[in-house]
């Protein structure tokens, strides 16, 4: 059986776990990531929603409005704010995780980044990685 990956919030009382390996890094430069992070990006990781439990805890939820026009959950400490993961209201299936409140992240890689269009202007984006001005392309 795979080891589960484990994470939480910075105060410590919102714990989870996710019963999959994690790999692939998505850096969205979006205004709202800018703002809910508090930071130039956020960095995510996309996993099946079945993978994700928590273990402690239980996040207060913003229901953002994404650049789509779609609404966009957002998961976050209420009590010391860290973001924890969000969701789409269309796609409850799937959700990101922030990799920052991973326990350990060091076999993943940045992989993508995607609304480059609202990138910071003092941040620098590494060449060898996929860029993309808005949402990256659907992938079938
Ligand atoms: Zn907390
Ligand atoms: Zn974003």
């Known amino acids: 059986m795979a080891e589960s990956i484990t ?8 714990r989870y776990e996710i019963s999959q ?4 890094i998505i850096a969205c430069h979006c205004t709202n990531c800018q703002k809910a ?5 956020s960095h995510n990781t996309l996993i099946p929603s079945a993978a994700f439990k928590l273990t402690s805890g239980q996040p207060k939820i913003f229901a953002d409005t994404a650049n789509s026009g779609n609404k966009l959950y957002r998961a ?4 010391c704010g860290s973001p924890i993961y969000s969701q789409r209201e269309k796609m409850p299936e799937m959700m990101v995780v922030k990799v920052g409140t991973l326990d350990t992240s060091d076999a993943m890689k940045l992989a993508m980044n995607i609304w480059t269009k609202s990138v910071r202007p003092w941040l620098h984006l590494a060449p060898d990685v996929e860029h993309y001005p808005e949402n990256r392309p659907v992938k079938t």
């Open 7 to 14: 994470g939480g919030c910075l105060c410590g009382k919102i």
């Open 21 to 24: 390996p994690v790999q692939n």
């Open 37 to 41: 992070s508090g930071s130039g990006m």
């Open 76 to 79: 976050f400490c209420g009590d």
